[in-house]
């Protein structure tokens, strides 16, 4: 069980990017999915998180509330990161996650150690 996620690239501060976060095999829509991101040099830190549950809700890290939307399409098995309005600080590697326990709950602030089948992570560089 493995995450891919892809949509990374170079954008001038202010742009905007989609991630996404695809799953082959299983049904993402079963699991509370999150984005964290790791910069050079620091920790991997949560950003966004969504639920499995009806409503499908969400939350974010105060730094991207606001630019940052998540969504699922579960009819394409995808998960979502827009990112708009992005920063030179928003440069990092972004990987998607599921939550291992089956919980709809998104814990704030995320904790790695609840989340598994990282997959590559997607590199995204703000710069002008």
């Known amino acids: 069980v493995q995450l891919q996620a892809s949509g990374g690239g170079l954008v001038q501060p202010g742009g905007s990017l989609t991630l996404s976060c695809a799953a082959s095999?299983?049904?993402?829509?079963?699991?509370?999915i999150a984005w964290f991101r790791q910069a050079p040099g620091k920790e991997r830190e949560g950003v966004s998180c969504v639920s499995n549950d009806a409503d499908s809700t969400s939350s974010y890290v105060d730094s991207v509330k606001g630019r940052f939307t998540i969504s699922r399409d579960n009819a394409k098995n995808t998960v979502y990161l827009q990112m708009d309005s992005l920063k030179p600080e928003d440069t990092a590697v972004y990987y998607c996650?599921?939550?291992?326990?089956?919980?709809?709950?998104?814990?704030?602030?995320?904790?790695?150690?609840?989340?598994?089948?990282w997959g590559q992570g997607t590199q995204v560089t703000v710069s002008s």
């Open positions: 996650a599921l939550e291992k326990s089956g919980s709809s709950w998104c814990s704030n602030p995320l904790l790695i150690q609840d989340f598994g089948s």
């Open positions: 095999g299983f049904p993402l829509n079963y699991f509370t």
